[in-house]
C-alpha cells in the first residue's frame, strides 16, 4: 500500500479489512449524499447501529457529532439528515460497549522498532481515552526485538502482534491504531478485537494526552480545596 495522500476514515477502514484486520460492518454517505433507503437496510440488518460523522479535513475537525447504539429509526435518520448537510456519515454496527475487556490505542513510533499502547479495561471505546484519570489507563511500551514484560495482557499482546503487520504497510509515522478487544467474536472477521481506524498520530494523539493530564489536575485541585490547601478565595 502506497499512501500518498491521507484517505478519507472509511477508506482507511477498507484498507484495514483488506489488510486483514477485523473491522465492524459500516456503510458511508458524502455530504449531502444521505441515502435513507440504503441507510435503513443497513439499520434492519443490525437493529443497532452507531452513527458517526467526519469531515474531508480532520485536522481542524476531529471532533464531529456521535452517537453510539441507536436503536430508534427516527433519532437515527433525524440525526444522519441533520448532521450530513456537513459532514460525512459513517454508520457501523454496534457492539456492546459494557462487553469490552480493553479498548485504548497503539502509537507506533517515527521508528519501526518501537510501540507504545494505552489501554483502559471495561466498559467504552478508545475514544473514551481522554476521559479516564490517570490511574485508570494503563500503558505500556516496546522496542521489537525485546520480550514484552510479562504483566503485559496476554490478549495486548497478541494483538500488537496482528497490528504490527499493518504498519509495514503504510510510511505515516507516528500512527495510531484504535483497538477494543471483546470475550467473544465480534466484526466483519469474527475474531475478538475490533480496529475502529488507523489515524495520523502527530496532531492529536498529543491533544488526547493534554486532556487527560487537564482532567486529573482538576482532580488534584478539587482534592486540595477539599482539605482547606486550595488557592485563597477572594472576598
Known amino acids: 500500500m502506497n499512501l500518498k495522500e491521507y484517505p478519507l476514515k472509511d477508506v ?50 476531529f471532533k464531529c457529532p456521535v452517537k453510539y447504539e441507536q436503536t430508534d429509526w427516527e433519532v437515527i435518520v433525524a440525526f444522519c439528515r441533520e448532521n450530513n448537510k456537513k459532514f460525512y456519515t ?41 476521559k479516564k484519570s490517570q490511574s485508570e489507563i494503563k500503558v505500556f511500551e516496546r522496542v521489537f526485538g525485546e520480550p514484552i514484560t510479562e504483566d503485559a495482557p496476554e490478549a495486548l499482546k497478541q494483538l500488537a502482534a496482528k497490528l504490527s503487520a499493518f504498519r509495514s504497510l503504510t510510511s505515516v509515522r507516528p500512527l495510531v491504531m484504535e483497538f477494543s478487544i471483546y470475550p467473544y467474536p465480534i466484526g466483519k472477521n469474527q475474531v475478538n478485537y475490533v480496529c475502529w481506524e488507523w489515524r495520523r498520530g502527530w496532531l492529536h494523539y498529543p491533544l488526547e494526552r493534554i486532556v487527560i493530564l487537564e482532567a486529573r489536575i482538576k482532580e488534584l485541585e478539587a482534592i486540595l480545596e477539599e482539605n482547606g490547601l486550595g488557592k485563597a478565595k477572594t472576598a
Do not use: M, W
Request: proline residues 2%; hydrophobic residues 35%.
Open 12 to 61: 482507511r477502514l477498507s484498507q484495514l479489512l483488506e489488510a486483514g484486520i477485523n473491522v465492524v460492518d459500516f456503510v458511508c454517505f458524502a455530504p449531502g449524499q444521505l441515502d435513507e433507503e440504503g441507510l435503513r437496510a443497513f439499520f434492519e440488518k443490525y437493529k443497532k447501529i452507531s452513527c458517526r460523522h467526519f469531515h474531508a479535513d480532520e485536522s481542524t475537525h
Open 90 to 130: 459513517l454508520c457501523n454496527q454496534a457492539v456492546a460497549l459494557e462487553d469490552s475487556t480493553f479498548a485504548g490505542n497503539i502509537l507506533f513510533h517515527q521508528g519501526d522498532r518501537s510501540y507504545t499502547i494505552e489501554y483502559f479495561e471495561g466498559y467504552g471505546t478508545p475514544r473514551d481515552i481522554e
